[in-house]
């Protein structure tokens, strides 16, 4: 039988495909997605959140969040949660780019104000945040110091002066994860990376200067809380994670995995990308205090970075950062695995939850979101095209059905070489001039890759997750100008 | 020596295959394809130094400058294991050293209990401007494989921007 005989559609926004589909599978595939998303998925997603499902220990379900393609191991939009005592860990289900993650900074200037330097400030922006291959940061450390920073996050870059306190509080887990070790990170991975805290990279990353217009608030009391509170208020997007360090962790962690999974702990897995070891097992234990180290590293990457956009703003307009409103919203990690208390089957327990490209969306009233954002839900900012916009999201109560987990961004529906091959970028850069985006790109044919076609519609992303139940948007935000890795 | 990006494995990031008479001019092969998709070329020329990466103003000016020659000996109980550490040597000196390195003299061989390879590698600096080139994160384990074909060996390498 064919794998669309094993689908049902639970709800508007809800799929599921019967554990019957596949040998193995311990528990059913769930997809938030409305109908057209569903159906636009490639057929691997499936088969690769079927593959997840046969994992050791996984609770509940495995996700696919509506932004959801093909991945390695998991798919992107992956989430499944794993018991810590009987469960795995795989690298797989976190990604080569370990807390590749959001921030969002307000400012307190207007589109109005910032359209005459708009030019300038991308130039500078550009030329101040290192892009493309490899690419040096703005930090000049040694390597003591980088162990320093693995083990501390972005508070030990705020301690040095490259932020300010409320940043850490407004950053996801504080900006640093306790359990990092860094005596459990290889020296290839310390030489990979040290040097290269305050870079964007390339490929999908992005900074990004947008515009909250007051029509495209769907929650103005929400957005005011969160720090947008004037009419065509500017804002501005990082996306970027963990760069060469992180990768250099995941790569490795891969590589053990494969020689423990099968001569020592005799898992069988369906696809060699899911490698992974028994959480409780020292290979497991350690993973997961390396990849805290990256995660600390992404933090503090986009920290850095933080710190020269207030710079770059403070040179333009020539007044202090902070009295230019350039206020941190909030810093969301896309790609990690946490030990986190959930309620299963009416009890709490502790579970190892995966996130690869989807992000934690927790409810009103829950402990880990700052205070000041408490009452309204954890901010969630899901990155899209340089072409169709960005969201703010809040999360909610009934997103504990996914382990408080929703979407990180638009999804591709394009392979990267087709998208060169349909789109010109020199085309695509003056098409955007003329619409008011000001693009500056490392890489010409990269800019291509990330035209807004080759993306999932994000407005359906999001009106799935807010059909699902997963999260609730606030705002949209619109790009006038954009920094491409 | 040869190589062709792959368009039959759907949405991802960058495939390819590459070939080879042998198993030294495969492994070179593929060397030589994720140094293309570094520097954005579809060729194998192996000129680079009209290009290379962008860094800011404060960027690469601090690395390090590279070693010219370095020797690479690798053992791997897989043979695609050991393409996959050769190609992620690649991806570790573009970071560690900001540099692109070229293949010199490649060995790949036998050994009880698997295959060794030794290499020499020249290294050029990254470029400061103008950059075309695309960073890779990870030579990945999806489709990856190397095969013997009657024409010699080829082999299939899925890599993650």
């Known amino acids: 039988m064919g794998l669309s005989q094993f689908i049902h559609r639970v709800d508007n926004a809800l799929w599921e495909l019967a554990p019957e589909y596949k040998d193995g599978m311990r528990v059913p595939v769930r997809v938030y997605a409305g109908k057209a998303l569903f159906e636009a998925m490639e057929p691997e997603v499936l088969e690769q959140a079927a593959n997840v499902a046969c994992l050791p220990g996984i609770v509940g379900y495995s996700f696919c969040m509506p932004d959801g393609h093909r991945g390695y191991g998991f798919p992107i939009g992956g989430v499944a949660a794993f018991d810590p005592e009987s469960g795995v860990i795989s690298p797989g289900g976190i990604g080569f780019d370990i807390n590749c993650g959001m921030r969002l900074i307000a400012t307190a200037l207007t589109e109005e104000e910032v359209r005459p330097v708009l030019s300038e400030l991308v130039e500078k922006l550009f030329r101040a945040v290192p892009s493309g291959v490899g690419g040096t940061g703005l930090l000049k450390l040694s390597r003591d110091e980088f162990r320093e920073l693995i083990a501390e996050g972005a508070p030990w870059c705020i301690d040095r002066g490259y932020g300010i306190p409320e940043d850490a509080e407004l950053t996801e887990e504080g900006g640093c994860m306790a359990g990092a070790d860094p005596e459990l990170v290889s020296e290839r991975a310390i030489e990979r990376g040290y040097q290269q805290v305050g870079t964007l990279g390339s490929g999908n990353h992005y900074l990004e200067i947008q515009v909250a217009q007051r029509e495209h608030l769907a929650d103005p009391d929400a957005a005011a809380a969160l720090g947008i509170t004037r009419a065509n208020q500017v804002l501005l997007m990082l996306h970027t994670g963990s760069r060469g360090f992180g990768h250099e962790v995941a790569s490795a962690s891969l590589k053990r995995f494969l020689q423990v999974m099968n001569d020592t702990y005799h898992l069988g897995v369906r696809d060699r990308e899911l490698a992974c070891a028994p959480f409780a097992a020292p290979e497991g234990r350690e993973y997961f205090a390396a990849m805290q180290c990256a995660v600390n590293m992404a933090f503090a990457n986009r920290q850095v970075i933080l710190h020269r956009v207030r710079e770059v703003f403070a040179e333009v307009f020539h007044r202090d950062p902070l009295e230019l409103g350039l206020r941190q919203i909030y810093d969301v990690t896309h790609n990690t695995a946490k030990l986190e208390e959930h309620v299963v089957d009416g009890s709490a327990r502790e579970l190892l939850v995966h996130r690869k490209g989807a992000t934690r969306a927790f409810a009103p009233g829950m402990p880990d979101i700052p205070e000041r954002y408490r009452d309204l839900g954890q901010p969630v900012i899901i990155g899209g095209s340089m072409e169709t916009g960005s969201y703010l999201l809040l999360g909610r109560a009934e997103g504990a059905a996914t382990f408080y987990t929703t979407a990180h961004g638009s999804g591709r529906v394009m392979g990267r070489r087709q998208a060169k091959r349909t789109f010109d970028s020199a085309q695509l850069q003056r098409e955007l001039a003329e619409r008011g985006i000001v693009v500056r790109a490392a890489s010409r044919s990269g800019l291509a890759e990330e035209a807004g076609g080759a993306y999932k519609s994000i407005d359906e992303v999001v009106a799935a997750a807010d059909a699902g139940g997963l999260s609730r948007p606030v705002a949209k935000l619109l790009p006038i100008g954009n920094i491409k890795g | ?161």
């Open chain 2, 1 to 161: 020596m040869p190589f062709a990006p792959l368009d039959d494995i759907p949405a991802v990031d960058a495939a390819f295959r590459a070939w080879g008479a042998d198993l030294n001019e495969v492994f070179r092969s593929a060397w030589n394809a994720v140094r293309a998709v570094l520097l954005d070329r579809e060729d194998d020329r192996e000129d680079d130094r009209d290009t290379g990466a962008v860094a800011g103003e404060l960027g690469s000016s601090a690395r390090n400058a590279p070693d010219p020659l370095r020797k690479l000996e690798l053992h791997e109980r897989e043979l695609d294991y050991l393409l996959l550490e050769f190609l992620q040597e690649q991806l570790y000196l573009k970071d560690a050293e900001a540099a692109l390195y070229t293949v010199g003299e490649l060995t790949v061989e036998r050994e009880a209990g698997g295959w060794r390879l030794v290499a020499e590698l020249e290294g050029r600096p990254i470029g400061q401007a103008g950059a075309q080139g695309v960073d890779v994160k990870a030579v990945t384990l999806d489709h990856l494989g190397v095969q013997q074909t009657a024409e010699g060996w080829e082999a299939t390498v899925v890599l993650d921007l």
